[in-house]
């Protein structure tokens, strides 16, 4: 069965850092991007991160950009966030998830797997 398992969230002041990884299993998604999305309570879930199969191209939410970084390891089927100089909005349920598209990477709908999340908490 294809899973995509999140993990390393948890809880960090203001200012910290976390890295999140997220494992993919039952298939080699060859030719995916990959992305991270997050969801905040009474909040719809929102774009924040997004890398191609080779990795050369990249996409960030504004809110995100220059603090956050995403990366991938094909050969171990496994995609990164590492989260630095975080923010009390940055607090909610983040989730990774992968597409066959090679365009519109930023775009909730190009995804048909998904995780399901993992928390991330960032007190002031």
């Known amino acids: 069965q294809v899973q995509l398992v999140e993990s390393g969230g948890g809880v960090v002041q203001a200012g910290g850092f976390l890295r999140l990884s997220c494992a993919a299993s039952g298939r080699t998604f060859s030719g995916y991007i990959m992305g991270w999305f997050r969801q905040a309570p009474g909040k719809e879930r929102e774009f924040v991160a997004a890398i191609n199969w080779s990795g050369a191209s990249t996409r960030y939410a504004d809110s995100v950009k220059g603090r956050f970084t995403i990366s991938r390891d094909n050969a171990k089927n496994t995609v990164y966030l590492q989260m630095n100089s975080l923010k009390p909005e940055d607090t909610g349920v983040y989730y990774c998830?992968?597409?066959?598209?090679?365009?519109?990477?930023?775009?909730?709908?190009?995804?048909?797997?998904w995780g399901q999340g993992t928390q991330v908490t960032v007190s002031s």
């Open positions: 998830a992968a597409g066959p598209a090679a365009r519109h990477m930023t775009v909730i709908g190009r995804y048909d797997y």
